[in-house]
T-cell receptor, first 113, second 108 residues
Framework: DVKVTQSSRYLVKRTGEKVFLECVQD?????MFWYRQDPGLGLRLIYF???????EKGDIPEGYSVSREKKERFSLILESASTNQTSMYLC????????????FGSGTQLSVL | QKEVEQDPGPLSVPEGAIVSLNCTYS??????FMWYRQYSRKGPELLMY????GNKEDGRFTAQVDKSSKYISLFIRDSQPSDSATYLC????????FGKGTTLSVSS
């Protein structure tokens, strides 16, 4: 069964902290994505990656960075967390051939106080 | 005009009802159309996938695409309490664009 695993279900951090959100997929997918989901705003793409060490900005990259050192792992970094980054963060992956079919993790609910 | 429009609901129906969920879009270049289902506190999961126009059926679920009207629908027959979730439409040419989701509640 396909699996996208996010390291934490719930996180509470303080303003100004550096935050790492980790995502691992076991499907050998080339593409990996980070979204945030907020009530009334839906899913918004932060960053995506089509290959190891490769990254592309999505719709809302400000305040975030990413790292993809290995094919199966895609990390989202909040350099200095702010309260407006309180959100549900969702990682997803897809294969190169079927990049419309995303497989999502269960999400990380991040609260920044 | 937003690229993908979806009524957020909430939509409440009794068990056994036929449910119709809809999205409209503005970009005529969209070719791939999907419906994702998201249970509370979970990530979305792919429910239906269609390419171009037409219908696709999978059990109690039917996805319909009308490219001439730029309109897609998801029909759920004999709805069950386990269908209670948020349903997200999505479409793409290259990058995937999501609707904001419709929250459905099916009461027993």
């Amino acid at each position: 069964d396909v699996k996208v695993t996010q390291s934490s279900r719930y996180l509470v951090k303080r303003t100004g902290e550096k935050v790492f959100l980790e995502c691992v997929q076991d499907m050998d997918h080339e593409n990996m994505f980070w979204y945030r989901q907020d009530p009334g705003l839906g899913l918004r793409l932060i960053y995506f990656s089509y290959d190891v060490k490769m990254k592309e900005k999505g719709d809302i990259p400000e305040g975030y960075s990413v790292s993809r050192e290995k094919k199966e792992r895609f990390s989202l970094i909040l350099e200095s967390a702010s309260t407006n980054q309180t959100s549900m963060y969702l990682c997803a992956s897809s294969s190169l051939k079927l990049n419309e079919k995303l497989f999502f993790g269960s999400g990380t609910q991040l609260s920044v106080l | 005009q937003k690229e993908v429009e979806q009524d957020p609901g909430p939509l409440s129906v009794p068990e056994g009802a036929i449910v119709s969920l809809n999205c409209t879009y503005s970009n005529s270049a969209f070719q791939y159309f999907m419906w994702y289902r998201q249970y509370s506190r979970k990530g979305p999961e792919l429910l239906m996938y269609t390419y171009s126009s037409g219908n696709k059926e999978d059990g109690r679920f039917t996805a319909q695409v009308d490219k001439s009207s730029k309109y897609i629908s998801l029909f759920i027959r004999d709805s069950q309490p386990s269908d209670s979730a948020t349903y997200l439409c999505a479409m793409s040419v290259t990058a995937l664009i999501f609707g904001k989701g419709t929250t459905l509640s099916v009461s027993s």
